[in-house]
């Protein structure tokens, strides 16, 4: 591909172009970034009195901690949990849009909206319906025999953020899968089905290994989601509880720093976590531009 | 190997508009038919109706003796050509040409064999193992032939298959299906918008208009005696003139002349095909037409000529001397004579 160059005649106008962009990065992203870096060789006291720098020692202490390394554990099962709750959700729902013709518009105008409700408040539906006292579901659930309170059960309150926050996810997700579906020829459903392909045969050996370049993009998307976006949706329904079963990552660098005010501890957890978003992205551009573009 | 069967074939889309209608084609069993006609006369969905990608909705559609009509189009037996190709893009040329074959639980001997037998007809051998992205659009087209025919279905159907390559190998591959079908001997059933290619490949020509079908004949019958001014001016090219005459008492009178001819008197439309022009010698009946330019094609010249306000086209040799103001003259055999409403009435 060409790409088009433009040629300014002074040195100065493309960086003053550049500048307002490259100062909220700089201003919201490296600098508080640096302030991390900066803050996790530091160990503060409670009262922000005396502040000394410790080297690793928060690194260390952090990777010998069995909280963290439970996080750890609690954010790798809520990452793949709800990235796959999410993704099989929304293609189901976008295979069953494309196959419709006339109401298609009307089904994702409708299926995207619950991107636009805001993540906590979103959370906080989940929590009024799984409210162990006054929500609905516990209430259907007890019905058929099934006890349900998240407040107690670590089980029963992992499965409701997970579906809490894949609810959140399913909209965008499915989004891009209608597009990837029909970007998909008709013709070459037809050509299958003509050579003898059911329609889950067809769905298996052709649907699916072409949609493999969006389905890879939203894994990472929603990996990426489910790591660092679903704060609010934590903090909203369980806040990290029953007993840490539900503390992920990004929810403990909150309870550590702000709540705990453990600021250097918190600080190496915002550089881990930082450097899992680098390697992530990192994989996600070797991936999409190699492997899976026809 | 199969006759296909068409009875009163008709489709109508849920809101009323009718594609086709009415439609009666008996294909014999290893002929080459094809479907002509221009943009929207149906001829494709008349296609996807026969392998089943379009559901019948009036009539009969026969392979061989099964009526298919409910059958799925795995089962009808029949094997198609896209447009667009329609390769599966992350599968290997083998792969996209064993999976029909593999879907029907072929031995893996029987389909390599059967791989093999199709690439080396079709002279695909060497990039068996590469990816369609990786294959020109002839290359493309030779392995769409070869997912077909590594089926030995009853019948082909094709649909539009050349429309996508360039002008040259458009012509190469045409003689290649046609040489291919031939020996082969399978049915086939071919979608064409471009009547040359009709012409070409047709043992039938089928020209359909607005939905139904307009004639059924060999090429060169439906070149011939065309039934109607649709088809007399869309096969053929140039396209056929077509000039308002009158016959009055025997004598047809157009662009100026009198000729005798056998029909009823009234206004009619009086086709004449360019290279049935010529120009007129002393004492014959003469078209006096004003020549307005010439195209030359390098074996023949073409005159575009003005007759009493209509336009005519003449071909003549390539040596040809033309001047501005010429008469040109007809035999009365070559002349189509239509009535009113269309129909041929000589």
């Known amino acids: ?294 | 190997m199969a006759a296909i069967t068409i009875e009163n074939l008709g489709k109508t889309y849920t809101g009323g508009v009718s594609a086709v209608r009415g439609i009666d084609i008996d294909i014999r069993d290893g002929e080459f038919v094809v479907l002509v006609g221009p943009s929207g006369c149906g001829k494709s969905t008349l296609l996807r109706m026969i392998a089943g990608l379009e559901e019948i909705t009036e009539g009969e559609v026969r392979i061989g003796e099964r009526v298919v009509n409910r059958l799925e189009p795995a089962e009808r037996d029949i094997a198609m050509v896209f447009q667009n190709y329609a390769l599966y893009p992350h599968m290997s040329v083998r792969q996209n040409l064993s999976y029909g074959l593999k879907n029907r639980g072929t031995p893996k001997a029987e389909i390599a064999r059967r791989v093999d037998e199709a690439a080396r007809i079709l002279e695909i051998g060497a990039y068996l193992d590469r990816k369609p992205r990786a294959l020109s659009g002839g290359q493309r087209q030779r392995v769409a032939m070869g997912r077909a025919i590594v089926r030995e279905p009853a019948a082909f159907l094709f649909d539009e298959p050349l429309s996508n390559l360039d002008a040259k190998l458009r012509v190469s591959m045409r003689g290649e299906i046609r040489a291919l079908q031939k020996r082969l001997g399978t049915t086939s059933v071919y979608v064409t918008h471009d009547q040359l290619e009709a012409m070409t490949l047709a043992d039938r020509l089928v020209v359909l208009r607005d939905g139904e079908v307009e004639q059924i004949g060999a090429p060169l019958e439906v070149y011939r005696r065309p039934v109607s001014t649709f088809v007399a001016e869309f096969i053929g090219s140039p396209a056929m003139n077509m000039l308002d005459g009158e016959v009055a008492g025997g004598t047809l009178r157009v662009g100026g002349a009198s000729l005798p001819v056998g029909v009823a008197p009234g206004k009619v439309k009086v086709g004449m095909r360019a290279e049935d022009m010529r120009l007129a010698g002393l004492g014959e009946t003469a078209i006096p037409a004003r020549l307005a330019y010439v195209e030359e094609l390098g074996a023949q010249r073409l005159g575009h000529f003005e007759v009493e306000g209509q336009r005519l086209i003449a071909a003549f040799p390539a040596e040809q001397a033309l001047s501005d103001e010429i008469a040109l003259t007809v035999d009365p055999s070559a002349l189509h004579v239509f009535g009113a409403d269309g129909r041929r009435i000589d």
């Open chain 1, 1 to 294: 591909m060409q790409t088009k160059r433009t040629i300014f005649r002074s040195r100065g106008l493309p960086y003053l172009l550049l500048a307002p962009q490259l100062a909220i990065t700089i201003i919201f992203f490296l600098w508080p970034a640096g302030q991390a870096v900066w803050q996790s060789f530091l160990r503060e006291d409670a009262f922000g009195l005396k502040t000394s720098f410790v080297g690793l020692a928060n690194y260390t202490r952090l990777f010998h901690s069995p909280d963290y390394l439970n996080a750890m554990q609690v954010t790798l099962v809520f990452a793949v949990s709800t990235a796959a709750l999410a993704m099989i959700l929304s293609l189901l729902l976008a295979v069953a849009v494309d196959r419709l013709i006339r109401a298609s518009r009307w089904y994702t105008t409708l299926l995207v909206w619950p991107y636009a409700v805001a993540p906590a408040v979103a959370g906080i539906l989940w929590w009024f319906i799984f409210n162990p006292t006054i929500g609905i579901m516990p209430y259907v659930l007890a019905s058929v025999g099934i006890s349900w309170n998240h407040l107690l059960d670590k089980g029963d309150a992992m499965l409701l953020v997970i579906v809490a926050a894949a609810w959140k996810q399913v909209s965008y997700n499915f989004l891009f899968f209608v597009a990837g579906l029909q970007s998909i020829p008709a013709s070459l459903r037809e050509a299958a089905a003509i050579d003898g392909a059911g329609p889950v045969k067809r769905f298996f050996t052709i649907t699916l290994p072409l949609l493999s370049p969006t389905t890879f993009f939203l894994l990472v998307v929603n990996v990426v989601y489910t790591l660092f976006d679903t704060f609010p949706v934590i903090d909203a329904t369980t806040e990290g509880g029953p007993a840490q079963a539900t503390n992920t990552l990004v929810y403990k660098v909150y309870m550590d720093g702000f709540v705990g005010l453990d600021l250097g501890s918190s600080a190496a957890q915002s550089v881990v976590l930082m450097a899992i978003v680098i390697s992530l992205t990192v994989v996600q551009f070797r991936f999409v531009e190699r492997r899976v573009t026809y």
